[in-house]
């Protein structure tokens, strides 16, 4: 009886607490409004010029000023996943025409290369985890069955080469890679008690450096690139309470060892780090504002210069960040909400010109200075 | 300065009432002892702990160093009326001792000796020697040094004569007999524990006891290689105790001679309102801890008894030990969630699973799911191993699917060059060798080579790992070979080549992949999905769950109730894999089989086993993630289906 009285004084609490959330994120943030259903769409360009998207029959489709291209055609219920990066020389492709037959964690897609606002696709291999590097020059993607790393010029087809990883414990570890230049690579990986170390490839020497390894099982880690800063989290394996630290690499120093963190918590934060598009000092991610045992998710900006953060959202389970061309999204009670950027594409797509930013960045901006 | 409350304080104040205890017992036993001389020696109560010790201490020097204070050297003790020992001796070896151990000593003047024949207490006094008060023929009060066994030889004749029995039930020729005929009960209840408690500290075996514990711990602190004789005795001892005795009797002792002073702290190992405390009890099947256990202890068999109950402490005091426990050959996400969120979510948990799966090996994690939910309905125990972890998944979804004959929506084919018809043809076939299954991959391709390649009528197959198959090796020589290469293996996807006879055969190919709807993913093909399959091959009844009151009904209404669903990882577990680009989603099977109220909270969450998750290591989530993964999931279905259900039977 306690118990049930218990229920019921969390559930009216619950429903206040979402009374006033909703009001606070319908206020500051608006939702993405595009011609086609959010569901559907894969990557919208900046200025809205570009619209990928997909039909569950499984093609996907390319849209652009009168015209509209099919990219590529699978099995119904194909689901392709888009990636660009702030160069927009290259989007990549990850198609998966069994994602609602086959369940695994880094499943077998086809990699897919296309230029930029481009609609014809270049098959490039199988694998997941596909990422862009070094002005899009470079594609690296990761096969779990040969748990290799493969990397492939995107200009010359004949450039490539793969690195193979260890990680026999956690048969679902996937790595973090980042191409320095094109002959020094940084890759994670498992030894046999589950602990991360962070390898230096020079391709070159054909030298393997293990740089780091101060991070326990416990711990996983996020690495980003962001311009000229590697960028390394060391977070929190979920449910474990653990804090989280931040990392900046300096490489021309020939960083051997992990410093000073640039921004600690005792909390076990969600990390997803992305690199502002347009500020190259800024970085956004993830953090526990709550507690170990009721955590609280929302976005923040951490400022690479000053190492000062802001709070950003006031969602309180924002456990999404998307960076969608430039355009921040977060999902909210399953609406896609525009954090920073235009969320104007339904007039882009319709021809009209881009209209003066009335964009979410600039409410929360004023909303934290409240 | 001292408070009169530190625990210094308080452990002067206990022995004094203790030493006033045995000043007593031996005023009774040596009534000639003259009262005047024991009142001049004895303490006020309310002394302060340093005074005490520091008078303690000089009286020790001062009595056992200066000859001159009438200390006796050739006493005859024959000639003694009674002996007894010195107060301020007992008083430097309560205060020097272990808090705890007065508490054992308070009991009975035969225990306390007990407990000095068995080197318990410290003292300040070199060789091991004992003060003693005298009172001699003419009823003259002496004092006098003795060796412990002359002081145990005396006190047997005088008081204890059991003393001498136990030297000799507990020496190390009898003590693992002794101790069989000991029993070591479990409390059930707290007044039962209480009880048991009293018990022990009453039992003139207990100092015995507490002496093998004290052996082994203290052999533990041994290290070097430079030792003593003490030393090499000390260890020679642990480490028979270690072999010979059972671990469920050592950790009882340890429990117990750590926890002498306690009886809330004895009886927290046993009440614990835990699942292992539960498994130990028989409130909670053996199987919510047994894996754990095997495989914290490094057992290659089922734990005992005493194992889970080294587990049960192991896993309370380092909780940490499941993070990482319990992976070796059966691989899932690492780490876990440690003992405590296991224990609580275990606790909770509905779901039969008498056996153990390898997630991390599988092919596709719907076998995983498939296999967990028809061995809850129709639970059966499984002798798993690291070879069958995986495959029994497999073969339980195989069965489930052609239970209804459809062979047209099978996924793997053998292929081969058929001689006959002169073109490729395709047969279906199941991974592994199974004796009853006519479809197995052995029989298969025992009948396409007896058809197409000229095998020999009897012609059997063989599945082999390609570490094993050596050619040169007569067993090898003849007959036909399923070369894997198991390194990179799963039940659905393996890398095999067929020896008949030493020769390769290279025209027949292993094709496809475990594909499963498990909810409908098209309308033509509704029936064949497994949600479907379960209802009308297995009796699983089903209905879409869409809030939390739905879901909680269902588990607490229904005996075996348990729920199933399909929801984005982005979702359920961001902090490992956050969604970072639009309409991201790698969808999981996942099972929820239990509820949990956060009591601190007041929050009811749900206990979640993720088809990643390790059998033994649910997790405990938020209403939320459930509900946002499936809500992304359902977006991107190709017939926008929910896709979480309520199973029951």
Same mark, same amino acid.
């Given at each position: 009886?306690?118990s049930?009285?218990?229920?019921?004084?969390? #559930?009216?609490r *619950?429903?206040?607490?979402?009374?006033?959330?909703?009001t606070?994120?319908?206020?500051?943030?608006?939702?993405?409004?595009?011609?086609?259903?959010n569901?559907n769409i894969?990557?919208i360009s900046?200025?809205?010029k570009?619209t990928?998207?997909?039909?569950?029959?499984?093609?996907?489709h390319?849209s652009? *000023?009168y015209?509209l291209?099919e990219?590529?055609?699978?099995?119904p219920?194909?689901?392709?996943?888009?990636?660009?990066?702030?160069a927009?020389?290259?989007?990549?492709?990850?198609?998966?025409p069994?994602?609602?037959?086959?369940?695994?964690?880094?499943?077998n897609?086809?990699?897919?290369?296309?230029?930029?606002?481009?609609y014809?696709?270049?098959?490039?291999g199988h694998?997941?985890?596909?990422?862009?590097?070094?002005?899009?020059?470079?594609l690296?993607?990761?096969?779990?069955?040969?748990k290799k790393?493969?990397?492939?010029n995107?200009e010359?087809?004949?450039?490539?080469f793969?690195?193979?990883? *260890?990680?026999? #414990?956690?048969?679902?570890?996937?790595?973090?890679?980042i191409?320095?230049?094109?002959?020094?690579?940084?890759f994670s990986?498992?030894?046999a008690?589950?602990?991360?170390?962070i390898?230096?490839?020079?391709?070159?020497?054909n030298?393997?450096?293990?740089?780091e390894?101060?991070?326990?099982?416990?711990?996983?880690?996020?690495?980003?690139?962001?311009n000229?800063r590697?960028?390394?989290l060391?977070?929190?394996?979920?449910?474990?309470?653990?804090?989280t630290?931040?990392y900046?690499?300096?490489?021309?120093?020939?960083?051997t060892?992990?410093?000073?963190?640039?921004?600690q918590?005792?909390?076990?934060?969600p990390?997803?780090?992305?690199?502002?598009?347009?500020?190259?000092h800024?970085?956004?991610?993830?953090?526990?504002?709550g507690s170990?045992?009721k955590?609280?998710?929302?976005?923040f900006?951490?400022?690479?210069?000053?190492?000062? #953060?802001?709070?950003l959202?006031?969602?309180?389970s924002?456990t999404?960040?998307i960076?969608?061309?430039?355009?921040?999204?977060?999902?909210?009670?399953?609406?896609l909400?525009v954090?920073?950027?235009s969320?104007l594409?339904?007039?882009s797509d319709?021809?009209n010109?881009?209209?003066?930013?009335?964009?979410?960045d600039?409410?929360?901006?004023?909303r934290?200075?409240? | 300065m001292?408070?009169?409350?530190?625990?210094?304080?308080?452990?002067?104040l206990f022995?004094?009432?203790?030493?006033?205890?045995?000043?007593?017992?031996?005023l009774? $036993?040596s009534?000639?002892?003259?009262?005047s001389?024991?009142?001049?020696?004895?303490?006020?109560?309310?002394?302060?702990?340093?005074r005490?010790q520091?008078?303690t201490?000089?009286?020790?020097?001062?009595?056992?160093?200066?000859?001159? !204070?009438s200390i006796?050297?050739?006493?005859?003790?024959k000639?003694?009326q009674?002996?007894?020992?010195?107060? $301020?001796?007992?008083?430097?070896?309560?205060?020097q001792?272990?808090?705890?151990?007065?508490?054992?000593?308070?009991?009975?003047e035969?225990?306390?000796?007990?407990?000095l024949?068995?080197d318990?207490?410290k003292?300040s006094?070199?060789?091991?020697?004992?003060l003693?008060?005298?009172?001699d023929?003419?009823?003259?009060?002496? @004092?006098?040094?003795?060796?412990?066994d002359e002081f145990?030889?005396?006190?047997?004749?005088k008081?204890?004569?059991?003393?001498?029995?136990h030297r000799i039930?507990f020496d190390?020729?009898?003590?693992?007999k002794?101790?069989?005929?000991i029993p070591f009960s479990?409390?059930?209840?707290?007044?039962?524990c209480?009880?048991?408690h009293?018990?022990?500290?009453?039992?003139?075996?207990?100092?015995n006891?507490?002496?093998i514990?004290l052996?082994?711990n203290d052999?533990?602190?041994?290290?070097?290689?430079?030792?003593t004789?003490?030393q090499?005795?000390?260890?020679?001892?642990?480490?028979?105790?270690?072999e010979?005795?059972?671990?469920?009797?050592?950790?009882?002792?340890?429990?117990?001679?750590?926890?002498?002073d306690?009886p809330?702290?004895f009886?927290q190992n &046993?009440l614990?309102n835990d699942?292992?405390?539960?498994v130990l009890n028989a409130?909670?099947p053996?199987?919510?801890m047994?894996?754990l256990?095997e495989?914290a202890l490094?057992?290659k068999?089922t734990?005992?008894?005493s194992?889970?109950l080294l587990?049960?402490?192991r896993?309370?005091?380092?909780p940490?030990?499941?993070?990482?426990k319990?992976?070796?050959?059966?691989?899932g996400?690492?780490?876990?969630?440690d003992?405590?969120?296991a224990s609580?979510?275990l606790?909770e948990?509905?779901?039969?699973?008498? &056996?153990h799966?390898?997630p991390?090996?599988?092919?596709?994690?719907a076998?995983?799911?498939?296999?967990?939910?028809?061995n809850?309905?129709?639970?059966?125990?499984?002798?798993s191993?690291i070879d069958n972890?995986?495959?029994m998944s497999a073969?339980?979804a195989?069965? !489930?699917?052609?239970?209804?004959?459809?062979?047209?929506?099978?996924p !793997?084919n053998?292929?081969?060059?058929?001689?006959?018809?002169?073109k490729?043809?395709c047969t279906?076939?199941i991974p592994?060798d199974k004796s009853?299954?006519?479809?197995?991959e052995?029989?298969?391709v025992?009948?396409?080579?007896?058809n197409h390649y000229g $095998?020999l009528?009897k012609?059997?197959?063989q599945?082999?790992d390609?570490k094993?198959?050596?050619p040169?090796?007569n067993?090898?020589?003849?007959?036909c070979?399923?070369?894997?290469?198991?390194?990179s293996?799963?039940a659905?996807?393996?890398?095999?080549?067929?020896y008949l006879d030493?020769?390769k055969?290279?025209?027949? @190919?292993f094709?496809?992949?475990?594909?499963?709807?498990?909810?409908p993913t098209a309308?033509k093909?509704? @029936?064949?999905?497994?949600i479907n399959l379960?209802?009308?091959?297995?009796?699983?009844?089903s209905k879409p769950?869409?809030n939390i009151?739905?879901?909680?009904?269902?588990?607490?209404?229904?005996?075996?109730?348990?729920?199933f669903?399909?929801?984005?990882?982005e979702?359920l577990?961001?902090?490992?894999?956050?969604?970072?680009?639009?309409?991201?989603?790698?969808?999981?099977p996942?099972?929820?089989?239990?509820t949990y109220?956060?009591?601190?909270t007041?929050?009811?969450?749900?206990?979640i086993l993720?088809?990643t998750d390790?059998?033994?290591s649910p997790?405990?989530?938020?209403?939320?993630?459930?509900?946002n993964?499936?809500?992304?999931?359902?977006?991107?279905?190709p017939?926008?289906l929910?896709?979480m259900?309520?199973?029951?039977?």
């Amino acid at each position: 009886m306690a118990s049930k009285n218990k229920l019921l004084q969390s #559930i009216a609490r *619950n429903f206040v607490l979402y009374s006033i959330s909703t009001t606070l994120y319908s206020v500051e943030y608006p939702e993405l409004m595009a011609k086609q259903s959010n569901e559907n769409i894969r990557l919208i360009s900046k200025d809205g010029k570009y619209t990928y998207y997909q039909k569950k029959s499984g093609s996907l489709h390319f849209s652009t *000023n009168y015209s509209l291209k099919e990219v590529l055609k699978s099995e119904p219920g194909t689901q392709y996943t888009l990636l660009s990066t702030p160069a927009r020389k290259q989007i990549v492709i990850q198609e998966n025409p069994l994602f609602n037959q086959q369940f695994t964690v880094n499943p077998n897609e086809k990699i897919y290369l296309i230029n930029f606002g481009g609609y014809t696709p270049k098959m490039i291999g199988h694998g997941s985890h596909a990422r862009l590097h070094l002005q899009d020059k470079w594609l690296s993607y990761f096969d779990s069955k040969s748990k290799k790393i493969f990397f492939q010029n995107t200009e010359n087809e004949a450039l490539k080469f793969n690195i193979s990883i *260890n990680a026999r #414990i956690n048969p679902f570890f996937y790595p973090q890679v980042i191409m320095i230049d094109e002959t020094t690579i940084l890759f994670s990986d498992l030894n046999a008690d589950g602990s991360t170390g962070i390898f230096k490839l020079e391709r070159q020497k054909n030298n393997l450096t293990l740089l780091e390894k101060v991070i326990s099982y416990q711990h996983q880690i996020e690495l980003v690139a962001c311009n000229q800063r590697i960028i390394i989290l060391k977070k929190a394996h979920p449910h474990l309470h653990v804090g989280t630290e931040m990392y900046l690499w300096n490489f021309n120093l020939e960083q051997t060892k992990l410093v000073k963190p640039i921004y600690q918590s005792q909390l076990a934060d969600p990390g997803s780090l992305q690199c502002d598009y347009d500020d190259q000092h800024k970085l956004y991610f993830i953090k526990n504002t709550g507690s170990t045992s009721k955590p609280e998710y929302d976005a923040f900006i951490f400022d690479l210069e000053s190492y000062e #953060i802001k709070r950003l959202t006031y969602l309180f389970s924002n456990t999404s960040l998307i960076n969608m061309d430039g355009v921040l999204l977060s999902i909210d009670r399953g609406k896609l909400l525009v954090i920073k950027g235009s969320n104007l594409y339904k007039e882009s797509d319709l021809l009209n010109p881009l209209s003066t930013q009335t964009s979410g960045d600039v409410k929360a901006e004023l909303r934290n200075e409240n | 300065m001292k408070l009169k409350t530190s625990p210094l304080f308080l452990l002067s104040l206990f022995s004094n009432f203790l030493i006033l205890g045995f000043t007593c017992l031996n005023l009774k $036993a040596s009534e000639p002892l003259n009262s005047s001389t024991l009142k001049k020696r004895s303490l006020g109560l309310i002394e302060t702990a340093q005074r005490l010790q520091n008078l303690t201490k000089d009286q020790i020097e001062t009595q056992s160093l200066s000859k001159k !204070l009438s200390i006796l050297n050739d006493f005859e003790l024959k000639n003694a009326q009674s002996i007894s020992l010195n107060q $301020a001796f007992l008083k430097d070896i309560f205060t020097q001792s272990d808090p705890k151990l007065l508490s054992l000593a308070k009991e009975n003047e035969c225990t306390l000796y007990s407990m000095l024949d068995n080197d318990f207490f410290k003292s300040s006094l070199k060789d091991r020697k004992f003060l003693v008060d005298i009172v001699d023929s003419k009823n003259q009060g002496q @004092r006098m040094l003795l060796t412990k066994d002359e002081f145990v030889q005396y006190i047997t004749q005088k008081k204890c004569f059991y003393l001498k029995e136990h030297r000799i039930i507990f020496d190390l020729k009898n003590v693992v007999k002794t101790l069989e005929g000991i029993p070591f009960s479990i409390p059930k209840t707290q007044n039962e524990c209480k009880e048991l408690h009293g018990y022990w500290l009453k039992n003139p075996y207990t100092p015995n006891l507490c002496k093998i514990n004290l052996t082994i711990n203290d052999a533990k602190k041994i290290s070097g290689g430079d030792l003593t004789e003490n030393q090499i005795i000390t260890k020679k001892e642990a480490n028979f105790y270690t072999e010979q005795i059972p671990s469920f009797k050592r950790v009882y002792l340890e429990n117990l001679c750590q926890h002498l002073d306690s009886p809330e702290k004895f009886c927290q190992n &046993y009440l614990k309102n835990d699942v292992w405390n539960k498994v130990l009890n028989a409130e909670a099947p053996t199987y919510k801890m047994s894996h754990l256990c095997e495989n914290a202890l490094g057992l290659k068999s089922t734990p005992k008894t005493s194992d889970l109950l080294l587990c049960a402490q192991r896993f309370n005091n380092s909780p940490e030990t499941c993070q990482t426990k319990g992976m070796e050959g059966y691989p899932g996400y690492f780490p876990k969630v440690d003992c405590d969120q296991a224990s609580s979510a275990l606790k909770e948990s509905k779901l039969q699973a008498d &056996y153990h799966d390898c997630p991390g090996n599988s092919s596709n994690l719907a076998l995983v799911s498939i296999h967990r939910i028809i061995n809850h309905f129709y639970p059966e125990k499984i002798d798993s191993n690291i070879d069958n972890c995986d495959s029994m998944s497999a073969q339980t979804a195989s069965k !489930l699917f052609f239970s209804i004959k459809n062979d047209n929506q099978w996924p !793997l084919n053998i292929c081969y060059f058929n001689r006959i018809e002169k073109k490729e043809t395709c047969t279906i076939y199941i991974p592994g060798d199974k004796s009853d299954e006519s479809l197995s991959e052995d029989k298969v391709v025992s009948k396409i080579l007896y058809n197409h390649y000229g $095998a020999l009528p009897k012609t059997f197959c063989q599945i082999t790992d390609k570490k094993k198959y050596n050619p040169i090796r007569n067993e090898f020589k003849q007959g036909c070979f399923i070369v894997n290469n198991f390194d990179s293996c799963t039940a659905g996807a393996c890398e095999k080549v067929i020896y008949l006879d030493q020769k390769k055969i290279s025209n027949i @190919r292993f094709e496809g992949s475990f594909k499963f709807d498990l909810f409908p993913t098209a309308f033509k093909n509704e @029936r064949y999905s497994t949600i479907n399959l379960f209802e009308e091959v297995k009796k699983i009844q089903s209905k879409p769950l869409r809030n939390i009151n739905e879901i909680e009904f269902h588990l607490n209404q229904n005996k075996n109730g348990i729920v199933f669903g399909l929801a984005c990882i982005e979702d359920l577990l961001p902090e490992w894999k956050a969604r970072t680009i639009i309409n991201q989603c790698q969808p999981i099977p996942f099972l929820i089989t239990g509820t949990y109220l956060n009591q601190a909270t007041s929050t009811l969450k749900f206990v979640i086993l993720l088809s990643t998750d390790d059998l033994s290591s649910p997790r405990i989530i938020e209403w939320e993630r459930i509900f946002n993964g499936v809500s992304h999931y359902s977006n991107l279905h190709p017939l926008s289906l929910w896709t979480m259900y309520g199973l029951k039977k």
